[in-house]
T-cell receptor, first 115, second 111 residues
């Protein structure tokens, strides 16, 4: 499978627990983006990462959310002490370039439900 | 606040007709625009990208960009029921590093 991979596809957490979402970009892509889609709303940018670097985290909530893209392994979006308002679909996208031809390809998403 | 605006719809067209989807944006610095299709419960799928003023055609799809009017559109010719989905318009921002999405337009193609 040469596409963007995300796991788990569905994640259920109780309030106060931690959620870890994983994303492996398309083969050859080194730019990773995370977006959140709340029910009946559009996609909102959260963070842009390259290997070992956070480039733009202007869309990340200041508290409880963090992201990383280590030298080896997938990108991780981590949500600590989840609350009901964190329930959403979290999509990862990757791109080959980061210039004006920045075509981003999305993974299948992780649907997080907070009980 | 940089925004991308779309009519939420639903836009209902008969099978075989042309569906016209529109989008306006506020950031004059945006250089690239993209149309994604999203079926219910699925992830966005890139269907068109456009970078220059004018038209770009790909099969049944034509994207149009007018930077002076800050307007992007997508035409779908010979619409099929399988085209029924939400269409998301997105513009690049922040040095191309992120996409700003509109809320999407729901398209319903009826037989």
């Amino acid at each position: 499978n040469a596409g963007v991979m995300q796991n788990p596809r569905h994640l259920v957490r109780r309030r106060g627990q931690e959620a870890r979402l994983r994303c492996s970009p398309m083969k050859g892509h080194s730019h990773v983006y995370w977006y959140r889609q709340l029910p009946e709303e559009g996609l909102k940018f959260m963070v842009y990462l390259q290997k070992e670097n956070i480039i733009d985290e202007s869309g990340m909530p200041k508290e409880r959310f963090s992201a990383e893209f280590p030298k080896e392994g997938p990108s991780i979006l981590r949500i600590q002490q989840v609350v009901r308002g964190d329930s959403a679909a979290y999509f990862c996208a990757s791109s080959l370039y980061t210039n004006s031809y920045n075509e981003q390809f999305f993974g299948p998403g992780t649907r997080l439900t907070v009980l | 606040q940089k925004e991308v605006e779309q009519n939420s719809g639903p836009l209902s067209v008969p099978e075989g007709a042309i569906a016209s989807l529109n989008c306006t944006y506020s950031d004059r610095g945006s250089q690239s625009f993209f149309w994604y299709r999203q079926y219910s419960g699925k992830s966005p799928e890139l269907i068109m990208s456009i970078y220059s003023n004018g038209d770009k055609e790909d099969g049944r799809f034509t994207a149009q960009l007018n930077k002076a009017s800050q307007y992007v559109s997508l035409l779908i010719r010979d619409s099929q029921p399988s085209d029924s989905a939400t269409y998301l318009c997105a513009g690049s921002s922040g040095g191309y590093n992120k996409l700003i999405f509109g809320a999407g337009t729901r398209l319903a193609v009826h037989p």
